[in-house]
């Protein structure tokens, strides 16, 4: 019986890590277009820039009151800013 039970954990360890190599390639995939896509546009990067007056003013007003947590949070929430991004964004303000 337990035997089963192992075979069977196994084979849904085999199944889900390939879902996942799955995704991350067409995240991949995906990321590559869009660069490729910004790029025939013309368009920048996603940067510092972006970021409005309105969300800079929240930011500094959180980091004032100690709750850097909550600003890289708020942060990554309207941008989509990976987390060292955000916390080094926030870090330097």
């Known amino acids: 019986m337990e035997n089963i039970l192992y075979m069977g954990l196994i084979i849904l360890f085999i199944i889900l890590s390939s879902s996942i190599n799955a995704l991350e390639s067409n995240q991949k995939r995906i990321e590559s277009k869009l660069d490729r896509i910004m790029e025939h546009l013309g368009l920048p ?47 330097s303000l």
């Open 45 to 91: 990067e996603p940067s510092r820039e972006y970021i409005s007056d309105e969300l800079k003013s929240e930011l500094s007003e959180l980091v004032m009151e100690n709750k850097k947590v909550e600003a890289i949070k708020r942060l990554r929430e309207a941008t989509g800013m990976g987390l060292k991004e955000a916390k080094d964004y926030v870090d």
